[in-house]
């Protein structure tokens, strides 16, 4: 099945506000922000700075099954004019601008099931709350700020869905309505969280759990100030006039907040009086650490270093055989000791080192051409390991590429000129995960996680190194004269993505179009199950 996609939208089947099981979620991405689902395989991409962008794949995991594998390949075509080859970008530079990040998946709780639903996660929060005033074990606070955090990250995610939701709803009525929810909601989510302070502030209650009660206050104020917000701008670009109601009452709520932190004392009230540095630095700094409960320990290590000091050994044993071989027939044909001895005896030594030489690059391609170059072995925690990631990168020529890679890049008729063959560089980007479904559902026993999220972040800014000045000049011709407009150049790279697993397997062409300046846009071109 073959599909080209203009225009993009998300299609998720979620019970975002405990309404509705049966609707479907559309959102309309910008156009550097491009999702879909391949089969069991969610992937999202987005420009994540001016050079940088980043890719997100989520590998599913079932406790009925014992182990999950999963496959990516990833092609860049470089224009050969910016000079990315195998001479001046080496693996070391790949993996310099390359940053992957692998940790679980947020459970998906509906924002209303958040307080009292069956898998409430606010509940398990005060349940860890409970041992803190029983005695003052250091596993105890640990064990109420790792579900203080899960609870952060799960309201994110939730208010986030809540908000795509209603800007995806066109009907006035229903708009109001949900606004009306998630307000009522989400006061209830505050209300009910700030309730625990009569708990947790008291003098037998470590005060490391008292600090991290107030970290917990904080972000999620300015979670549900950052989100409404965002819904204030659905509604103005969706004719807010018609629901004043909603717009009021989601101000009010901001104005809450601000007012919450200012009696609490929290240094992250925004003002236009300064660049308010401090604010986008704490606010980082606890999402980083609201964050990190999500991420998963990983050791990494180069693959093949066995077999690579093998073949090396067996490179060295053949020039030393030479060696042996031109030494013992000189010595047969002309004697021991003589002239022609000595020479031969220089000459194969030289031809030995060589020799050595060259079996040892000949050795090295072998190698990298059939193994991995690193192995991630992925934790739980430091001694529990649910699975592994093998990677590798290097440049494949055109002649070893798949006929349905080439016939995936070339898919436009203007692509027969732009992709002039000689005048492009392929990069290929391999990652191969093994995850233990049952070592998984043991570490997490009492999480509804849905599997592991792989993020990959790329840095392009090497390849704007050789581009030409981004801004160029063109003659407009009006009715009765001419005039100068400016005009931006850009260059494009085409980057095919083939992902799956077992049972399925997807590839998809992305369009990044980039100048010295930034990354422009990402555009989707196709995409094709097969």
Known sequence: MQTTLNKQRITEDSEVLGEHPSRALYVSPMQSVVSASAGPIDETIRIRDRHQFEIKLHYPTS????AAAYDLECYIFVPH???MNRTNYSKARFYDDLQTHIRFKIPSVPLTAIVSGQDSPLDKLEASAAPLLENKKRANVGSFEYRLKLFCCILQSSLRDVIAFIGDNTDVDDRRRLVQQYLDATAEILAAYRSLRSTIFLSAVPRRACDIYAFG??????????????????LRKANASVLPTSQRKTMELITHELRYRESQRYPSIPTDENDNEQLIFRRNVLKKYMHNVLFLDTRTQREGKVIEHGLFGVAAGISMLFATVVLFLSQSIYGPLTLPVFLALVVGYMFKDRIKEMLRIYFSRKVSSMLFDHKTRIYSNPHQPIGHCRESFDFVDEAKLTDRIIEIRDR????????DRASEDVLRY???IKLSCRAISAAYF???TKGITDIIRFNVAEFTRRMGNSSKELFVMGHD???RVKAERVYHLNMVLRYGGDDSVRYKHF??????????????????DG
Do not use: C, F, M, W
Request: charged share 40%; proline share 0%.
């Open 412 to 419: 436009t008729h203007i692509a027969e000129i732009e992709s």
């Open 511 to 528: 369009r990044i179009i980039l100048n010295r300046r930034k990354i422009k846009r990402i555009e989707t071109v196709s995409v094709e």
């Open 81 to 83: 004019g910016l000079g």
């Open 217 to 234: 206050d904080e972000y999620i104020s300015l979670l549900v100030e950052r989100n409404s917000y965002d819904l204030l701008e659905l």
């Open 446 to 448: 009492d999480i509804d």
């Open 430 to 432: 391999r990652k191969r």
């Open 481 to 483: 004269d001419y005039r």
């Open 63 to 66: 406790r009925e099954s014992a």
